[in-house]
């Protein structure tokens, strides 16, 4: 007897649908919880069995929270503008918005097959201009407002405006860009329009200036810091360099302090907050600046090591530093500029992690502020531009990339740390201080405080912090994306009136970007009152930096949340999603909330409460060989012919069985390459392939369509078996031969299931059931607690196991066990509640309430000791008291033999576990 799962669903979705039962309400009366699935792409390829992992598991946690007696969010949407459709619209020629809606179409029937329980009428798409309307109204308050690094808050900039109206910018103590003026009130009042604007950007949180950016050529547009691996477009795997553009810019780097800080009290995995942390990476030191030798200007540095200056001999600079031009000289200027050229192509990444060692001296020498020796300046990619001041202060005793710099150009070498007493090594902080003139015998953390007063009091620098964070480019020159609302009267950015949002995308044939400018500058009338507007359009993360809220209040056209939405849902209580977001969207998330929180519009500083990344399911990869000169030749992985100089061919992994034998005529159709192709099998004539776990991609032709797994064994048999793999924080290959083992399961419980309708039985004939059923309650209850997934799944198989074993099942104690699996099973659940007569939707009868009492036994057996040796044991009634224990024990067959001819000096008992009797 099967569970018919095909007609379970069909019966089950149907009336799902019909009730609206995954629609939510806000309700006072109950305590609410927002669960979320990180915001999905709709690509054409669609879902594999890996994507659903952690779609799986927020379901079952959301459901379990919904039977516990929480007003659950569940929503789902799309994050639609970005690179992936705009590139297939440029190779096709069909418009984004029309893939974008066909794969948005597919998605959502892939998501339906799985019986997620997602609020369908909160669905927000952000390339909807209902959407993004609101996502350029964000933008608007972000360039009308700055920060105030007193108050440690945002504030408007009208108010800033009347600040230096009144007191010009001397006193103002504010985030704006490093070259910022200072100015009077009277100064202010006589600079025209175009000057004032261009001061006013100097402060702006969304603000527009030329900076060092990734540019792709291929891709015809900037990209972000973490877009960029290894110096290739991480779509694509195109050329990228860095280049001088003029763009829109957040100020991320105003809430460095606040995003640090909060860090520590996040519910997030470990290792997350660690690449947070890093990623933001604040540092404490000070500044200071080294003279040019036969110049006014100087070189200013960061440094963390103030106690290490007297060790400095020479300088780097990043290539892109803006005195490098100036530093150069006429004999050096050759090789200069062909390095720099070379390391543009690199990324910052990139060069981080090359180690080798190269840079080109500049011909220039710097004048050390404290000794006043000349001091060779070089450039070299290991500095970077947009780390610190994109100089440092070379120590090379004390560094391990300055000392193979100084090395390998000849440079000198000064040691300024005596470590002979402290067993120290180069960097560290241990031992005192020599060759340092007063800082000469201090140990290096006193040094550090010391040098700091001495660059203070030579009036050379200051104490400052710096961080690796730096502000987030936030133009693209591509097609697909929000339309900044801004336009510009006589070169002035002025913002597009909120009234006249949003400020839609218009129609265009041609996606092509073209000379560094995006497709909009090709759009005639592309006008606000007559006035150009921004050609650029936002990134990929612009709309997903906020999408959490919308859900909130998704078809609110008067405001983008309400603040009795927003004090109600207040934010994310538990968050999943992969580890690859790890930076980009949670850092511009929190960013984007804690401006929000400043102008009052949400209830928390924090987005995401809780957050929990999946693992990935990955694929077994089909190996084939290929000759390495006959291109149309190709070896059984045993062959004899395989070698080094053959070539590994990926082939479509279902063309081999689970013993990796290949079918070669279904080989020969897949692909025009093979139709002709000579395949040389081994002696035993069979044409073997070789398995290799790797990420589930359809480059990599190991994908498993979840699809074909519904088909086969319902949506519960695939909920189940995601699950069962492994702890869902894992990395673990997707196998189909296991999910028989799962098909099983339900299929023996199903049984029982039919076999109890109509069975009431005594309490003393249900025990053993209902002893099992709380064994159950207890061990899901605390491990879905903990999102310890597998295991509650395994825990329901040794129930089935266990209640196989008895003669009888009442109905009560399977619609129990029903409530307990709807959250991994819902239509089986639901299908099997029905079955047992149960009323209404099993997912609103709460959550199974455990008993302890089901779990003590009648009888307890007890090991009986004679002088610690044990030697058998007794069963007792488990409320005997200790009398009737004893007077049981010695009573015993057991006690007659070991006690014979001695005497009883005492029983002693531990209970509930033995009876130790004491003779001599």
């Known amino acids: 007897m099967h569970y018919p799962f095909n007609e379970a669903q069909k019966a089950v979705r149907s009336s799902w649908e019909e009730a609206?039962?995954?629609?939510?309400?806000?309700?006072?009366?109950?305590?609410?919880?927002?669960?979320?699935?990180?915001?999905?792409?709709?690509?054409?390829?669609?879902?594999?069995?890996?994507?659903?992992?952690?779609?799986?598991?927020?379901?079952?946690?959301?459901?379990?929270?919904?039977?516990?007696?929480?007003?659950?969010?569940?929503?789902?949407?799309?994050?639609?503008?970005?690179?992936?459709?705009?590139?297939y619209a440029i190779q096709t020629g069909k418009h984004p918005r029309d893939t974008t809606k066909e794969n948005k179409a597919h998605f959502k029937d892939q998501l339906a097959n799985l019986d997620l329980s997602y609020d369908w009428s909160r669905e927000v798409t952000t390339s909807s201009p209902s959407y993004y309307r609101w996502t350029q109204s964000i933008f608007l308050k972000l360039f009308n407002h700055y920060y105030c690094t007193s108050l440690d808050k945002a504030l408007p900039i009208d108010g800033l405006i009347k600040i230096f109206e009144q007191h010009g910018n001397l006193d103002v103590i504010a985030a704006c860009d490093e070259n910022t003026p200072h100015f009077t009130a009277d100064q202010w009042q006589s600079m025209n329009e175009k000057q004032q604007a261009d001061i006013l950007m100097k402060y702006r949180l969304a603000y527009r200036k030329e900076s060092m950016v990734n540019w792709c050529e291929a891709l015809g547009t900037v990209l972000a810091n973490d877009e960029v691996v290894q110096g290739v477009s991480e779509r694509g795997g195109h050329p990228v360099v860095k280049k001088p553009m003029v763009q829109w810019t957040l100020r991320i780097t105003?809430?460095?302090?606040?995003?640090y800080k909060a860090i520590d009290g996040l519910d997030w995995p470990d290792a997350l907050k660690a690449m947070q942390r890093n990623w933001i990476g604040k540092s404490i030191g000070a500044n200071l600046t080294f003279p040019i030798e036969g110049s006014d200007e100087g070189i200013e540095v960061f440094t963390t090591r103030p106690d290490t200056i007297y060790g400095v001999t020479f300088m780097v600079l990043a290539p892109e530093h803006p005195l490098v031009a100036q530093l150069t000289t006429s004999e050096n200027s050759k090789e200069v500029e062909a390095y720099k050229d070379a390391v543009s192509r690199k990324s910052s990444i990139e060069r981080q992690q090359d180690k080798s060692v190269d840079g080109r001296f500049t011909g220039s020498f710097a004048v050390h502020p404290l000794t006043g020796d000349k001091i060779p300046?070089?450039?070299?990619?290991?500095?970077?531009?947009?780390?610190?001041?994109?100089?440092?202060?070379?120590?090379?005793?004390?560094d391990d990339r300055d000392n193979a710099f100084a090395k390998h150009f000849s440079l000198a070498i000064q040691e300024v740390i005596d470590r002979s007493n402290s067993g120290g090594e180069r960097g560290d902080k241990q031992g005192q201080m020599t060759n340092s003139a007063s800082l000469d015998g201090l140990a290096p953390m006193e040094a550090i405080q010391r040098g700091i007063e001495i660059i203070q009091g030579k009036g050379i620098g200051d104490a400052a912090s710096t961080w690796k964070l730096r502000d987030a480019n936030f133009s693209r020159q591509r097609y697909w994306g929000e339309p900044f609302p801004i336009y510009y009267r006589e070169?002035?950015?002025?913002?597009?009136?909120?009234?006249?949002?949003?400020?839609?995308?218009?129609?265009?044939?041609?996606?092509?970007?073209?000379?560094?400018?995006?497709?909009?500058?090709?759009?005639?009338?592309?006008?606000?009152?007559?006035?150009?507007?921004?050609?650029?359009?936002?990134?990929?993360?612009?709309?997903?930096?906020?999408?959490?809220?919308?859900?909130?209040?998704?078809?609110?056209?008067?405001?983008?949340?309400?603040?009795?939405?927003?004090?109600?849902?207040?934010?994310?209580?538990?968050?999943?999603?992969?580890?690859?977001?790890?930076?980009?969207?949670?850092?511009?998330?929190?960013?984007?909330?804690?401006?929000?929180?400043?102008?009052?519009l949400v209830a928390t500083e924090e987005p995401f409460k809780r957050l929990f990344n999946q693992g990935m399911i990955q694929g077994q990869t089909c190996f084939i060989y290929r000759d390495a000169q006959e291109a149309n030749t190709y070896f059984s992985a045993d062959h004899p012919s395989v070698n080094d100089s053959c070539q590994r061919i990926r082939i479509l992994a279902s063309l081999a069985n689970d013993k990796g034998e290949v079918d070669i005529d279904e080989l020969s159709c897949w692909r025009p390459e093979f139709h002709d192709a000579t395949f040389h099998g081994n002696d035993k004539g069979l044409f073997l392939g070789e398995f290799e776990t790797e990420k589930m991609s359809k480059s990599k032709h190991n994908v498993v369509n979840p699809d074909d797994i519904v088909t086969r064994y319902g949506s519960d048999c695939f909920r189940l078996y995601s699950m069962f793999l492994g702890p869902i924080e894992e990395h673990k290959p997707w196998n189909n031969q296991g999910i028989d083992g799962v098909y099983r399961f339900m299929n023996k419980f199903w049984r029982l299931i039919k076999a109890s309708k109509d069975v009431i039985l005594e309490a003393s004939e249900a025990k053993s059931s209902l002893q099992i059923l709380h064994t159950l309650i207890d061990k899901v209850d605390r491990d879905l607690s903990k999102l310890s997934l597998n295991t509650c799944v395994s825990a329901f198989m040794i129930a089935v196991n266990d209640w196989q074993k008895l003669d009888k099942l009442p109905q009560e104690t399977m619609k129990e066990a029903l409530r307990l699996i709807a959250p991994f099973a819902p239509v089986y659940a639901q299908y099997g509640w029905e079955l047992l007569d149960g009323e209404g939707y099993v997912l609103d009868q709460g959550w199974p309430e455990f008993d302890a009492t089901h779990l003590q036994k009648d009888s307890i057996t007890l090991a009986l000791s004679f002088n610690g040796k044990r030697r058998g044991e007794i069963e007792i009634d488990a409320k005997a008291d200790q009398q009737t224990i004893e007077s049981i024990a010695l009573s015993s067959e057991v006690a007659k033999k070991w006690t014979e001819g001695k005497v009883v000096v005492k029983v002693i008992v531990v209970p509930g576990r033995m009876v130790n009797v004491v003779m001599r």
């Open 377 to 398: 300046i070089y450039i070299s990619a290991y500095v970077l531009i947009d780390y610190g001041k994109g100089a440092v202060m070379a120590v090379p005793a004390e």
């Open 254 to 259: 105003a809430y460095a302090e606040r995003l």
């Open 491 to 600: 070169g002035i950015a002025c913002p597009v009136d909120e009234a006249d949002l949003p400020l839609q995308l218009p129609d265009t044939e041609d996606f092509t970007p073209k000379g560094g400018e995006g497709p909009l500058s090709r759009v005639d009338d592309w006008t606000y009152k007559g006035f150009p507007l921004e050609t650029d359009t936002m990134p990929g993360y612009a709309g997903s930096s906020w999408y959490f809220l919308r859900f909130m209040d998704p078809t609110n056209t008067d405001f983008f949340l309400t603040k009795d939405k927003a004090d109600y849902w207040q934010d994310v209580d538990f968050y999943v999603g992969g580890t690859e977001h790890a930076v980009g969207h949670l850092l511009y998330a929190r960013f984007w909330h804690k401006f929000l929180f400043d102008l009052g």
């Open 20 to 87: 609206g039962i995954y629609r939510c309400v806000e309700d006072a009366s109950k305590p609410k919880y927002y669960v979320l699935d990180m915001f999905p792409y709709p690509s054409g390829s669609g879902l594999h069995v890996g994507h659903p992992l952690g779609y799986i598991a927020s379901d079952i946690y959301a459901r379990y929270k919904r039977q516990k007696g929480f007003n659950v969010l569940h929503p789902m949407g799309f994050d639609s503008f970005g690179l992936p459709a705009e590139q």
